[in-house]
């Protein structure tokens, strides 16, 4: 795969996963037209060190995994500011990156195959339960689609699905966000995903 450019974000995006961007840095309004108009992704990934809009002289430290990102919709509410909206795809682990003189990180990825679509077991279903009821409740304040933090279809039956939408609802630090993106077996990402929840008493019991 060729060098992919990256967005570092202090966020971790996961497949299916809405992300809503505002780009007005030069490296990245040239980097969005250029994914539109040839029909490409960038890459998302977790910035560990720094800061999201460029400073001078900073060290940025990038997180050695991430998800690609497909851009959905594109709108530009004045010169110079694009807001975007994307949808995580498939996630890659980083080889190497650099930065060009303007500021864009580019890197060397390997994707990882996509998880495998499997049921949520008995033992987790409270789990996706508890998403369940979630999305519910914001139904019923009638929150927009847009404004929602996670989209449809809601694969409330998806152990992978119902996972990765939790490890972008809670509260969790980056790292472990990081470890939980790059688990490739989704009922254990879903096993971990449990275990945060019980702890905090967010599942019924």
């Given at each position: 795969m060729p060098s992919i450019p990256l967005f570092p974000l202090n966020t971790t995006l996961f497949p299916d996963g809405h992300l809503p961007l505002q780009v007005f840095e030069v490296r990245y309004l040239d980097m969005v037209k250029r994914c539109i108009e040839q029909d490409e992704q960038f890459g998302v990934v977790c910035l560990l060190e720094g800061s999201e809009t460029r400073v001078p002289d900073q060290q940025d430290t990038l997180s050695g995994g991430g998800t690609m990102a497909r851009i959905a919709e594109c709108v530009t509410p004045m010169p110079g500011l694009l807001q975007i909206s994307c949808v995580g795809t498939t996630r890659f682990q980083v080889r190497s990156a650099h930065q060009l003189k303007h500021g864009l990180w580019m890197a060397d990825v390997d994707i990882l195959a996509e998880d495998m679509v499997v049921p949520v077991p008995a033992e987790q279903q409270d789990v996706a339960n508890a998403l369940g009821s979630l999305i519910r409740s914001l139904q019923k304040k009638q929150i927009s689609i847009s404004k929602m933090?996670?989209?449809?279809?809601?694969?409330?039956?998806?152990?992978?699905?119902?996972?990765?939408?939790?490890?972008?609802?809670?509260?969790?630090?980056?790292?472990?966000?990081?470890?939980?993106?790059?688990?490739?077996?989704?009922?254990?990402r879903l096993e971990l995903i449990q275990d945060v929840l019980s702890e905090n008493g967010l599942l019924d019991q």
């Open positions: 933090p996670l989209s449809p279809p809601y694969r409330l039956d998806e152990a992978g699905w119902v996972a990765n939408r939790w490890c972008e609802l809670l509260r969790l630090p980056q790292e472990e966000k990081q470890r939980l993106l790059l688990q490739e077996n989704p009922v254990l």
